[in-house]
């Protein structure tokens, strides 16, 4: 399938890139500060989780990847766990080229600091939505059927999670028929389809950091293409043209 380089219309809602990771010590209450300065950021914003007692947060696995705290950061936004950190975009996204260099500056300002050892997965999550009227007009614009009994149904309002192997990604697939989203950061609300993608890789043996961060553009390229490729894959060809699709 050859793959749209640009749409005009531009779908995306949400962007993040992720990794989870072992640390020296827990990083959530120094990385934020670190990143402030090296990036020459906005502004640092604690979020609920900064709530839990850090006793808390270390004694159980989810609260160990939690984000604690969120640094504003240009045109994007960095979160912060323990165990976690995640690179984000703020809308309207830039394309692929800036985010993904975006990620590297990121990384390399975190490996400097020395306080993650491995890397145990990383991830990289698209949110997408597609104007609809209804049901039947999502049906109509994705590559899905759904049957129930003997036939298939045209118009059923539908929530669906299917987990996908491909290659050596997972991907977790979210299809809701009719949902209603508000831009983050603004009043701007929209409604229609939302077609949300988490592209997800467990390593089987922790990565050095160092050795992750040299592979870290070839890696995160990778993934970004197994997650883009799945979203297309979920759309009809029409539905692609109307989006404005550019070739090269």
């Known amino acids: 399938m050859k793959l749209p380089k640009r749409l005009t219309s531009e779908p995306v809602l949400e962007a993040i890139f992720e990794i989870r990771f072992r640390a020296r010590t827990p990083v959530a209450s120094i990385l934020p500060g670190v990143l402030f300065t090296k990036l020459k950021a ?19 696995p989810i609260f160990r990847v939690l984000a604690v705290q969120k640094v504003h950061w240009d045109t994007f936004f960095i979160l912060i766990g323990d165990e976690s950190l995640a ?54 614009k994705l590559n899905l059927e759904i049957k129930v009994g003997d036939g298939s149904q045209e118009n059923i309002n539908f929530q669906l999670r299917v987990e996908l192997a491909h290659n050596k990604f997972i991907s977790v697939v979210h299809a809701i028929a009719s949902a209603n ?66 070739y090269e």
């Open 42 to 60: 906005e502004r640092v914003e604690q979020l609920p989780a900064a709530n839990l007692p850090e006793l808390s947060r270390q004694a159980d």
């Open 87 to 140: 690179i984000g975009c703020k809308l309207p996204y830039p394309g692929w080229t800036k985010f993904g260099a975006a990620i590297g500056d990121v990384l390399t300002a975190v490996a400097d600091t020395n306080l993650i050892e491995a890397v145990s997965r990383y991830s990289i999550k698209y949110i997408n939505l597609l104007e609809t009227d209804n049901s039947a007009d999502a049906l109509s």
């Open 181 to 246: 989203a508000q831009l983050a950061d603004t009043s701007i609300s929209k409604s229609g389809t939302i077609i949300d993608i988490d592209t997800i890789f467990n390593c089987e043996s922790e990565i050095p950091f160092g050795e992750f961060l040299a592979q870290s553009s070839d890696l995160a390229k990778e993934i970004h293409e197994a997650n883009k490729t799945l979203f297309f894959q979920c759309l009809k060809s029409k539905t692609i043209e109307s989006l404005g699709a550019e």
